[in-house]
């Protein structure tokens, strides 16, 4: 089903049933409402590629936003959580619904690391609110861009979202046991988080790492150590990351040429925008393009 309202967008695709995905573009000005009945056996997951969104619950006496960057996990066997959405203006969300049958089917052998799964919670409530991976955002990308042929589109979305499912719950090999002292502070965690989002705004003259510091208030050393622990990277080889991942939805548009897309990046020479995307994607810009055409 796909139904276009102004310039906001539902893009809904039926895998099998207890399984489907909604995909919310919202590029007017104003804020769009959804709402949608949902069962007490069904897993809900919400990926906000960019922008804001808030669940409403209990006649709105209840709400939680889902952010840019973020995915969260609801699961209540106790009571219905319908969906009650406000898509915030400039938002594109991903939503995956799919019934606790239909997942334990794909993770039988694993629930011993993922909660809701495991005996002692079966009958419990489970809420989790994560950054999304790199890997997960540029597999929701792939399913955003499924402009495929309808015969065989619901066969590569179902394939997409089982690999997504994979890499999200993907245990990371190299987080460490203890918890992190670090991130006990949550003002410092905030801070880090303004981080990011200074350096992804102004991407095109990112501020060093000093000036960095001193505008979110922490030394440098914490900084360094807090974004990695946060986010897995340097602050620089995340942007750098976050720029080429930018620079090809750009290219995706079609609204820009190679040029407009590097200036905008951050690059002021064509051929440094260019060796760092074939660095990255192993093929150029232009070559990216004409494979999209084809």
């Not at 260019?274 to 999209?292: C, H, N």
Request: charged fraction near 25%.
């Amino acid at each position: 089903m796909f139904k276009n309202v102004g310039e906001s967008t539902l893009d809904e695709i039926n895998l099998e049933k207890g399984f489907y995905v909604l995909h919310f573009q919202n590029e007017s000005k104003n804020i769009v409402n959804f709402e949608r009945e949902i069962d007490s056996t069904f897993i809900q997951m919400h990926f906000c590629l960019r922008g804001k969104s808030k669940f409403l619950f209990n006649d709105s006496s209840y709400t939680f936003d889902v952010l840019d960057n973020r995915s969260i996990l609801l699961y209540n066997p106790q009571r219905t959580l319908p969906i009650n959405l406000e898509i915030q203006p400039k938002t594109t969300l991903i939503s995956l619904l799919i019934s606790i049958e239909k997942f334990h089917s794909l993770f039988s052998k694993e629930s011993g690391y993922i909660p809701f799964l495991s005996d002692e919670n079966s009958n419990r409530k489970y809420y989790d609110d994560a950054e999304i991976k790199p890997t997960v955002s540029i597999v929701l990308q792939q399913i955003i861009n499924s402009n495929i042929n309808s015969s065989i589109r619901e066969l590569y979305v179902k394939g997409k979202v089982y690999e997504l499912l994979s890499l999200h719950f993907q245990k990371d090999e190299n987080v460490e046991g203890e918890f992190c002292p670090f991130l006990v502070d949550e003002e410092n965690v905030i801070k880090i988080r303004k981080a990011k989002e200074i350096i992804i705004s102004r991407m095109a003259e990112p501020p060093s790492l000093q000036e960095l510091a001193n505008e979110i208030g922490l030394n440098i050393k914490k900084l360094k150590e807090g974004f990695k622990q946060i986010y897995g990277d340097t602050v620089y080889s995340f942007l750098l990351d976050y720029k080429m991942e930018h620079s090809r939805r750009l290219l995706e548009s079609n609204q820009f040429n190679v040029n407009e897309v590097g200036i905008q990046v951050g690059y002021s020479t064509a051929s440094h925008f260019i060796a760092a995307f074939k660095k990255k994607f192993g093929t150029t810009p232009k070559k990216y393009v004409m494979s999209l055409n084809q």
